[in-house]
């Protein structure tokens, strides 16, 4: 594994090598993992030739007709969906099974630099429908001309190409399948560069598991899963809606607890865990008495043979936990993209994020998926939607706010694995033992004036814990802000107010946040007087 210096350098210059892209939809993502293959074990010659297939070699092809290809190679780039798109595809009379494609991205749903020749073919092999693989093509797409054409292999297809031998990509399960007419490939186990690359630079691709060859006239056995909500009549229903492909006979459908796993699978099929069966696009009811992380499991039927599973896992909070929602806040981020290690690149943002507020600890206040979609770095291929992510950020006390480990990471991944991030202030309270009187002579705390939290400059933590255990200063810039909607500030304020402390007839002065005041010093501006149990707003001028 290549240092994280090294790592951040090799960010850097890719970031700034995409600067000129003007098609705004398309976002770097920036994963810069790279293949660094081992010379694999001998393969008994029978199985080398048994592998070797070349269209050169073969002659004739039988036009097949009209197929889909999904790509997951230039999502390893850009924050882009894996699109997918129509592509002719042939195979060869002398070896069946082994596939062609012509000009595959002369479809794909963006327009290419250069014009994309009409008559070469990428090759794929699944003469041995466990072990397919395909060797490096072409794809004469790119972007732009300082990009290059982005070049596409399997890393079974780079071991046959440089050793003639994949045997170490079969133990190490990085071959594609073929089933039911489409060829798919696990996760990570194709490779992707530019045509500007040398050869040791490979990268790694289909990261989304979206990679995908269908083959023309294999059954659609697709399954669509969409989350609607709460019954309207009955709160302890969920409503999910599954759309299944016109080649499902039957689909098997379950909501299980917790992350996907193949024994879900394994027990819809064998009866031991309870399903629902439909034969068409429905609406299907589920118990649902608990918040928390949630598997929803499609098994496609053709007869009484299972087919290939389809799942979402989502973290579901429909039910009142202690959290009330105030609607969106105002987020400006200075953590990822002001960090004190070399991931420039990356510009500051402002947006909105939903916040919540803890129901018996006012002034404790969570921000959900504050690197979610909203954040203009992030993508469903980026970010991990299957679970919430807060940001928790402690403001009961507004002149000494600080902000909770994510110890989780914050769920966006852009080629760094996890990312913490942790306010020094809490790092000191809570891991090192400090007292709140020595955390603010440190000067690490945040604050909150007027509705709108912000710490001091280097006060926020960020870790990128797959590669280094160290932690690196954000907010250099002193640029974190979040500001609370209007709402939220004035229940803060009549949280504050109502503490009991204010004797009948007495004249209380709060700040704007409900920080109260004494009234003999009032600076000049906008005050809440509480007196008999009632507020109104004053302003001093003075």
């Not at 980026?382 to 110890?407: G, N, P």
Request: charged content about 25%.
């Amino acid at each position: 594994m290549k240092s994280f210096k090294t790592l951040m350098l090799l960010a850097v210059a890719m970031l700034l090598g995409t600067a000129a892209y003007a098609q705004p939809a398309r976002k770097y993502a920036g994963s810069t993992s790279l293949y660094s293959p081992e010379k694999p074990s001998v393969m008994p010659m029978q199985e080398i030739k048994k592998s070797v297939t070349r269209a050169e070699d073969e002659g004739e092809w039988t036009k097949l007709g009209t197929g889909r290809f999904r790509d997951d190679f230039i999502t390893t780039f850009y924050i882009i969906d894996c699109l997918e798109f129509d592509v002719e595809i042939e195979e060869s009379v002398a070896n069946p099974g082994l596939y062609r494609i012509k000009s595959p991205y002369k479809n794909y749903p963006a327009t290419s630099f250069y014009e994309i020749p009409e008559d070469i073919y990428m090759e794929i092999d699944a003469t041995d429908p466990d072990h397919v693989f395909f060797k490096a093509f072409n794809t004469h797409f790119c972007f732009t001309e300082d990009d290059g054409r982005f070049l596409i292999s399997s890393i079974a297809g780079y071991q046959m190409e440089h050793y003639g031998n994949m045997q170490q990509a079969i133990d190490d399960g990085e071959c594609g399948t073929l089933r039911d007419g489409e060829i798919t490939f696990p996760h990570a186990t194709l490779l992707v560069r530019s045509e500007y690359d040398g050869d040791e630079q490979w990268r790694f691709a289909n990261y989304n598991n979206g990679f995908r060859v269908k083959l023309p006239g294999a059954p659609d056995l697709d399954v669509a899963i969409g989350i609607q909500g709460l019954d309207e009549n009955d709160g302890n229903k969920l409503n999910v809606n599954f759309t299944i492909g016109s080649g499902c006979e039957k689909v098997r459908v379950a909501m299980i607890p917790g992350d996907y796993t193949d024994d879900m699978y394994n027990g819809i099929v064998d009866g031991s865990i309870a399903s629902t069966e439909i034969t068409s696009s429905q609406v299907v009811q589920f118990d649902y008495t608990a918040n928390g992380v949630y598997s929803f499991v499609a098994v496609p039927f053709i007869g009484n043979d299972p087919k290939k599973v389809t799942y979402v896992t989502k973290q579901c909070d429909f039910l009142f936990d202690g959290w009330k929602s105030w609607g969106n806040c105002t987020y400006t981020e200075s953590i990822i993209c002001d960090c004190d290690v070399e991931f420039s690149g990356l510009d500051s943002d402002t947006y909105e994020v939903e916040l919540q507020e803890s129901v018996d600890n006012p002034g404790y206040y969570r921000l959900v998926d504050p690197y979610g979609l909203s954040y203009k770095y992030s993508s469903a291929n980026t970010y991990d939607m299957s679970h919430k992510y807060y940001m928790e950020i402690d403001a009961t006390d507004r002149s000494a706010v600080s902000i909770k480990r994510m110890d989780k990471g914050c769920g966006l991944n852009l080629g760094y694995g996890i990312m913490e991030i942790w306010s020094k202030a809490d790092r000191e309270l809570t891991d090192r033992g400090k007292s709140k009187y020595e955390v603010r002579q440190m000067g690490y705390f945040g604050r909150m004036q007027e509705g709108v939290i912000t710490f001091p400059v280097e006060s926020i933590l960020i870790r990128f814990s797959d590669y280094r255990d160290d932690w690196y200063w954000g907010n250099q810039s002193g640029n974190f802000k979040v500001v609370l909607p209007q709402a939220a500030i004035e229940a803060g304020i009549k949280d504050l107010q109502a503490d009991g402390s204010v004797s009948d007839g007495e004249k209380a002065y709060y700040t704007i946040d409900g920080v109260r005041v004494d009234a003999s010093s009032l600076n000049k501006g906008v005050y809440v007087v509480r007196q008999n149990g009632e507020t109104k707003k004053v302003v001093v001028r003075k």
